[in-house]
């Protein structure tokens, strides 16, 4: 139980254009999900949360036109990289919680997905 | 401002020997620490956690140690398998859902 995935676990674009991830629960309604993006040798960087049906809260210094969330159910949540740039190029994963954000809780992870941008 | 410190970031050790992972943290705000577990290509898996009104907390061979005053916790695997090869994440927590992660160290167990 509890798995998350993640679509496309690796994607190249060119430089400009939008990229769409998707996340998904796939045994439980996560009623929150979370975006991170890793660097090579870095820690997991929270990104924003998003709750299903509400706008999403970006971390200081993420920007939200850049970085669109949508969480339209309980069991999607998709990140689009809007005009992505080389910088961008990253492991994004995300994790997904069956409890309200607030609550202590345990996240479950995706396997991520590995951005290239030319 | 790394809040969350894994300061070694690879540990080699032999089968049947204990796996010692360590982390450090400043921010005494945080009140509750996890440790996940990722093999390259898939997303960090929960380990074990503890809450900041204890000191131990033991789930089979793994056994995370939190010292407060220190501003430490460690993650005692025994005995380590070649399974466990992977690299370990601290993360922490302070009142609510938002994790705050290490850089990871990658622990290698050598048959």
């Known amino acids: 139980g509890a798995v998350v995935s993640q679509h496309p676990s690796w994607v190249i674009c060119k430089s400009g254009t939008s990229v769409k991830i998707e996340c998904r629960s796939l045994d439980f309604q996560a009623t929150t999900m979370f975006w991170y993006r890793q660097f090579p040798k870095q820690s997991l960087m929270l990104m924003a949360t998003s709750n299903e049906g509400s706008k999403a809260t970006y971390e200081q210094g993420v920007e939200k036109d850049k970085f669109l969330i949508n969480h339209a159910s309980l069991t999607l949540s998709t990140l689009t990289v809007t005009s992505a740039h080389p910088e961008d190029s990253s492991f994004y994963i995300c994790?997904?919680?069956?409890?309200?954000?607030?609550?202590?809780?345990?996240?479950?992870f995706g396997p991520g997905t590995r951005l290239t941008v030319l | 401002d790394q809040q969350v410190k894994q300061n070694s970031p690879s540990l080699s050790v032999q089968e049947g020997r204990i796996s010692i992972l360590n982390c450090d943290y400043t921010?005494?705000?945080?009140?509750?620490f996890l440790w996940y577990k990722k093999y390259p290509a898939e997303g960090p898996t929960f380990l074990i956690s503890i809450s900041s009104i204890k000191d131990k907390n033991e789930d089979g061979r793994f056994t995370v140690f939190l010292n407060k005053s220190a501003k430490h916790l460690s993650l005692h695997i025994v005995p380590s398998q070649p399974g466990d090869s992977a690299v370990y994440f601290c993360?922490?927590?302070?009142?609510?859902?938002?994790?705050?992660f290490g850089k990871g160290t990658l622990l290698t167990v050598n048959p």
């Open positions: 993360a922490a927590s302070r009142g609510s859902y938002k994790l705050t």
């Open positions: 921010n005494s705000m945080f009140d509750y």
């Open positions: 994790s997904a919680s069956p409890q309200a954000a607030g609550v202590r809780n345990e996240q479950f």
